[in-house]
């Protein structure tokens, strides 16, 4: 952990350049809140998801309206056969309740994200949801939140950016909305240094959360920097041991990729060998490691000519 915040801490001149809306908020200076994140997460990552949204349940209690608290709560659900349509239904029972309560909007509008993302057409219901929440409060981040990832989805990346970045104005300190706007930087802007700006500190702010460690190796293998690339993969893999997140599916063969582009074939191989044997990004493991064991990738192999540069 030391050598990876150390790694964050150097990219100081990174944070100068992100944007520094409201200052006023911050969720993970609150202890309580932090150590039921922490624990929630450590649970979930291990596949305990009983724990995991008992926990999560306890961080919502202490900060409402945390919008990682509550995609987690959901992603926890959703594990769990039942369970997802078991919260809709409660939070469904509240809303009629408490027409008017905007975390009630919020909260099933996540909850029907998560039922959409489980195989259930719910955007719409999700976006009604998302969008009487703002009638009530557009100054609040969450419901900002669920509608960029909404915008996200349909990439529309433009219009999810917006949403993220009113969000942000709102809390600063939003892990979800800071996390959403380096995937735009990164894939639909193509500029991961920007991209990276915005999530370099997480780290400190959610140390348990391992998909952070691989969205952070990604941007670091775009920016040319393999060896921070590599720990911050390494990292998220040791931090979701039940494969369960981006960090445990993708990790291996993310590392592989790195790997073989520093010509480093024997670590390919260790590290493709283990993903088919966590069966996480099997297909694709295999096909890489089909290619490494052939030659493609072999530094000694004849290279085709490079085509000249046209135009000059």
Do not use: C, W
């Not at 998801?49 to 306890?58: G, K, L, Q, S, Y």
């Not at 039922?115 to 999700?126: H, K, P, Y």
């Not at 929440?133 to 960029?148: C, P, S």
């Not at 433009?158 to 939003?174: G, I, P, S």
């Amino acid at each position: 952990m030391k050598k990876v915040l150390a790694l964050a801490a150097s990219l100081v001149t990174l944070l100068a350049a992100a944007p520094r809306p409201g200052d006023a908020r911050n969720d993970y200076a609150n202890a309580a809140f932090s150590t039921a994140m922490s624990a929630g997460l450590r649970a979930f990552y291990a596949r305990d998801f009983e724990v995991a949204r008992h926990d999560f349940d306890t961080a919502i209690q202490i900060v409402p309206d945390n919008t990682l608290a509550i995609s987690f709560l959901n992603a926890t659900a959703a594990q769990v056969p039942g369970t997802l349509d078991t919260l809709i239904s409660d939070e469904e029972d509240r809303l009629v309740k408490e027409p008017h309560n905007y975390l009630a909007h919020v909260r099933l509008g996540f909850s029907y994200m998560f039922a959409t993302i489980s195989g259930r057409d719910r955007d719409v219901d999700a976006r009604e949801e998302f969008d009487q929440a703002v009638n009530i409060d557009a100054d609040r981040a969450a419901a900002h939140d669920g509608l960029g990832i909404m915008r996200e989805n349909e990439r529309s990346a433009n219009r999810a950016k917006v949403e993220f970045l009113t969000a942000l104005a709102a809390d600063k300190n939003d892990v979800l909305a800071r996390e959403y706007l380096a995937s735009i930087y990164q894939v639909d802007l193509r500029d991961p240094q920007r991209a990276l700006a915005y999530v370099v500190d997480i780290p400190n702010v959610v140390p348990d959360y391992a998909d952070i460690y691989y969205h952070m190796a990604s941007l670091f293998d775009d920016l040319g920097q393999p060896g921070a690339a590599i720990t911050f993969a390494t990292r998220g893999l040791e931090e979701d041991i039940g494969h369960v997140g981006e960090a445990g599916q993708h990790g291996y063969t993310l590392l592989a990729k790195i790997y073989i582009a520093q010509k480093k074939l024997d670590d390919a191989r260790r590290v493709l060998k283990a993903a088919i044997t966590a069966n996480t990004d099997a297909a694709y493991a295999q096909t890489l490691l089909k290619r490494v064991n052939d030659g493609d990738y072999d530094a000694s192999a004849p290279k085709a000519a490079a085509a000249p540069i046209s135009g000059k």
